[in-house]
């Protein structure tokens, strides 16, 4: 009997090894990286577009057109309705739109929700934002 014991805990404990291993390998693949950071000119291995952050206008510039506006900062979340954002060119602006632009234009300067304030574009000008929005809520 005791043999018997000692047998079933060696092969319990080759098991949990065996188990623990299987574990591990599932959990690296869960917590893999998603992304690559690249720098320009130096070469990357991501497939994926990349999408520059927001440039800031040079000095005297004309303010950026709002549609400039969407596609550098506006896109990413209001593209793909991120979080809730309303998607642009769809019905969801319209209870937006009827609460009047300068709500507009105050939820998109100071932030609304989980939108940070400018959408967080630190080199946007309050011109070019609310250029964005008139784009958007077209």
Known sequence: MKK????ALLGLGFMSS????????????????VGEVCVQGKPCSVKTPVVAAAAAPAPGAAPRSGEEIFKAVCSGCHGAGVMGAPK???????????????????????????????GGCAVCSEQEIKNGVDYMAK
């Open 4 to 7: 018997f014991v000692l047998f």
């Open 88 to 118: 642009f060119g769809t019905a969801d602006w319209a209870p937006r739109v009827a609460k009047g632009k300068a709500t507009l234009y105050q939820h998109a300067l100071g932030g609304f929700n989980m939108m940070p304030a400018k």
């Open 18 to 33: 065996a188990m623990a291993a299987q574990d591990e390998a599932e959990v690296i693949s869960r917590i893999k990286l």
